[in-house]
């Protein structure tokens, strides 16, 4: 039986992914909030000391230093880039702009509160071309 | 997208590989906005490439040796070392000699080493309504928000732009996504550039990617916009904002918003501005050990001001002061003796680098073996440079005004 569910998003950057959901409610920057490691380094923040690495990326929108398509890239580089990237309220060049370099999928503006729908941790599979957000019951 | 002739034969590859490989990621870029069209740029402010980050310099290094050059006038951004004076301020030789290697790329390439976060205080000043591409947060506002010249949130795709001259029309380069959203209030008064740092971290924080449009505030000088715009970008993602009578295409309060109702009013008083400071001050002890002035880098006349400050005086022996500044100004305070004032006093202006992201960073260190952070406490007169350094380069921090933070530096001591 399949209790996947799925929501419609709009497709920005193509291709497929799967990984674990890390669901975040506050814009985040690849530039000066995430390391190298791909590792959350703002202090006090709520997934501080976690990894973005193959994560499904779920969070409102990028923020902060244009730097941070170049860390995106370099996360790539060093194998830990994360596995897709959604963002629900704003799209921002720069980060679609690391994504295209770092060869991650994107998909926004999903058509349902997905804050209400997704918890880090969660199964979830990204389609770029489609929009197409799921998360994959186990 | 629809391309022009012109732009399908540089796609097509007609006008060689680079500008095939160029134009093809610009359109890639295009389409993930449902852009329309391309336009020409007549600027670009690009990353320079880091060494503290693997292969930038060397693909820049490979598009050197195929011959990619440049179409349009383009300045760079910062890099992680001093180069003029690396060893005053300990940078690793490595990174130095990578860093050297990269300038005359950039040379090859016709782009012209500036290292700065603020190319329009060095004759990079493209005019009211005019397209361009740049990266740097501080630099895009700016341009946005004060030139009139219209930008996205560029990063890495700059190189592309300026090898192509081109940019799809997007974002930011489209007028109705420039219009005000936010109206905010400044009720206090605002007498430093700091004031007005904590004026817009505070108000980034609550608008996020939205267009802020400000009253309340008159007369602002270069210095103050420099410091506003840099903060809206760090705590928000803030890439335009208005100033009625100051942005070249918002004459009135009322056409910043165009057709559009602001949603509320945000005000803004003495009480947020000390609060948001506060809020930034992470260190528990007052004693400083690193003074970090210049960002976005100082502008001449406020390394004169600095000189002024520090004039017969002596930086504390446990405390480092570095004031930053870009290589024109720098030349400029040499000239009128306000380098020598400042060395005399034991601060060192440096050039062409930022603390966030240099040889100072965590990674940095931990890559060459060292154990972080450099400096235990930095005192900053830049909400920006806080914000960042705190989590990049580990260290406490306490944003003041620069006459305070000059006290500091020759005390050793913040007074709180």
């Known amino acids: ?138 | 997208m629809k391309l022009s002739d012109q732009e399908k034969r540089l796609l097509n590859g007609e006008e060689g590989d680079i500008k095939a490989l160029a134009m093809s990621y610009l359109v890639k870029l295009g389409n993930a906005f449902d852009g329309e069209e391309m336009v020409d740029i007549l600027y670009a402010h690009m990353s320079s490439g880091s060494a503290l980050r693997d292969g930038e310099i060397d693909y820049l290094d490979e598009l050197a040796a195929k011959g990619a050059q440049v179409l349009v006038p383009t300045s760079s951004e910062v890099i992680p070392v001093d180069l003029m004076n690396p060893e005053v301020i300990s940078a690793p030789s490595e990174l130095v000699a990578e860093h050297r290697r990269l300038l005359s790329i950039q040379q090859k390439m016709g782009i012209v080493s500036t290292y700065t976060c603020v190319p329009f205080t060095q004759g990079f000043v493209p005019p009211a309504g005019s397209y361009i591409a740049s990266m740097e947060t501080a630099a895009i506002i700016y341009f946005n928000s004060i030139l009139g010249a219209k930008t996205n949130r560029c990063g890495y795709f700059v190189l592309y732009a300026a090898l192509t001259g081109k940019y799809p029309k997007i974002g930011y380069l489209l007028d109705e996504n420039r219009k005000g959203s936010h109206l905010v209030s400044v009720e206090a008064e605002l007498r430093t550039p700091t004031d007005y740092g904590a004026v817009g971290f505070y108000v980034g924080s609550i608008v996020g990617s939205g267009v802020p449009v400000f009253k309340g505030i008159t007369q602002p000088r270069q210095e103050d916009l420099m410091q506003l715009g840099a903060a809206l970008a760090t705590s928000g993602t803030v890439a335009i904002y208005h100033l009625p009578g100051i942005t070249p295409e918002t004459p009135t309060l009322e056409s910043a918003f165009k057709d559009r109702r602001p949603p509320e009013t945000i005000r803004v008083t003495p009480k947020e501005i000390e609060k948001t400071l506060a809020q930034l001050h992470t260190a528990k002890s007052p004693f400083v050990d690193f003074v970090f002035l210049g960002c976005p880098q100082y502008t001449v006349d406020q390394v004169r001001r600095v000189a002024a400050l520090l004039d017969g005086k002596k930086v504390h022996r446990d405390t480092t002061l570095w004031i930053g500044t870009n290589r024109m100004a720098f030349a400029m305070a040499e000239r009128m003796g306000y380098h020598e004032i400042i060395r005399k006093a034991g601060g060192v202006l440096v050039c062409d680098m930022c603390p966030m992201l240099s040889f100072l960073r965590l990674d940095a260190l931990t890559k060459r073996g060292k154990k972080g952070p450099y400096f235990q406490t930095m005192l900053t007169d830049s909400p920006k440079q806080a914000k960042y350094a705190h989590s990049t380069m580990g260290c406490e921090i306490i944003v003041d005004r620069v006459d305070r933070c000059v006290e500091a530096a020759v005390s050793g001591k913040w007074e709180g």
């Not at chain 1, 230093?65 to 860390?71: H, L």
């Open chain 1, 1 to 138: 039986m399949n209790h996947a569910v799925h929501i419609q998003c709009k497709g920005i950057l193509p291709g497929k992914a799967k990984g674990r959901a890390l669901v975040m409610r506050d814009p985040i920057s690849f530039q000066g909030e995430i390391d190298e490691e791909g590792t959350i380094v703002v202090w006090g923040h709520p997934h501080a000391g976690e990894s973005v690495a193959g994560k499904v990326l779920i969070y409102p929108e990028a923020k902060g230093s244009s730097g941070g398509c170049m860390m995106l890239r370099l996360l790539a580089k060093r194998g830990k880039k994360p596995a897709a990237i959604v963002n629900t309220r704003n799209l921002d060049p720069n980060l679609v702009e690391g994504a295209i370099l770092a060869d991650v999928p994107m998909v926004c503006f999903p058509k349902e509160n997905v804050y209400d729908i997704f918890s880090s941790g969660d199964l979830v599979e990204v389609n770029g071309d489609t929009g197409v957000l799921t998360k994959i019951e186990e």
